[in-house]
């Protein structure tokens, strides 16, 4: 496959067009924002890592039947995916509380939900990633009905693999972000699984091992990075 014309750059990734029209090229950078991209720094090796570590959740999620948009990992910062029509809607799925959801209902960090919780974004950072609902998502023509209940669906599904992925590798899944896009019509899951999207926080100390690191200056943000990758290839 040939890399040809850079056809997005985003916050984290570039994404490249090839020889073949139904196949792109994802480029991770160490780029780091949060809060809408109010706060930017760079986080060393991080393109890298986030390769490898979401390069092989995508493995294990198509292994477990989750359609994903994966398709090969070709070097260390870039992998091959396949081209999607990207839903505008950030899928977010927690298990405890923390962040925003912690400010929203003002309860503390940490406690754990009765069931999981899945909430829907719009994808705007002019906009702060507004909360919106199923019935926003079709009346807008993001998707549809049926969409809606697969992304959902898969959303939690993808939540109950992960958690025990995570679990038996000494880490708590709290919550992450996931994002779907349509390839020749078919439902896929897209974008990226790392700690940029996912709260990880280690089983034994809570200590926090992904990008509130890098949100609340608790330093040490690379050798968080690392350990994940460590546990996920474990
Ligand atoms: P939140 O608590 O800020 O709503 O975030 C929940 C999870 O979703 C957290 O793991 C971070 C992730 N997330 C993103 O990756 N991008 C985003 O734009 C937002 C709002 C959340
Ligand atoms: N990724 C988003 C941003 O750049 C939100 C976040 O992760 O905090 O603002």
Redesign the pocket.
């Known amino acids: 496959m040939e890399k040809r014309e850079k056809l997005y750059e985003g916050k984290a990734k570039v994404i490249y067009t090839t020889d073949d029209p139904d196949t792109l090229i994802m480029h991770f950078k160490d780029e780091a924002t949060a809060f809408?991209a109010k706060k930017k720094g760079v986080i060393k090796n991080k393109g890298v890592i986030n390769n490898r570590i979401s390069s092989r959740l995508f493995k294990f999620l198509e292994e477990k039947g989750i359609k994903t948009h994966f398709v090969s990992e070709l070097t260390e910062r870039e992998m091959a995916v396949k081209r999607l029509d990207i839903i505008p809607v950030?899928v977010?799925v927690?298990n405890f509380t923390?962040?925003?959801?912690?400010k929203r209902l003002g309860v503390e960090e940490g406690i754990e939900l009765k069931t999981p919780v899945v909430?829907f974004?719009y994808?705007s950072d002019e906009l702060g990633?507004p909360f919106i609902n199923a019935s926003i998502i079709k009346a807008f023509g993001f998707a549809n009905q049926d969409e809606v209940r697969r992304m959902e669906e898969t959303s939690l599904k993808v939540n109950k693999l992960l958690s025990k992925f995570f679990d038996e590798r000494g880490i708590i899944l709290?919550?992450?972000?996931l994002e779907f896009g349509r390839h020749k019509g078919t439902l896929l899951l897209g974008d990226e699984i790392t700690p940029?999207?996912?709260?990880l926080w280690d089983k034994e100390t809570k200590e926090k091992l992904?990008?509130d690191r890098f949100r609340r200056d608790l330093g040490k943000i690379e050798e968080a990075y690392e350990e994940v990758l460590n546990k996920v290839m474990g």
Not at 98 to 102: E, V
Not at 196 to 199: E, F, I, K, L, Y
Request: glycine share 8%; net charge negative.
């Open positions: 809408d950030e977010i927690r923390a962040g925003s959801i912690s909430e974004c994808k990633d709290v919550d992450f972000k940029d999207g996912c709260r992904d990008k």
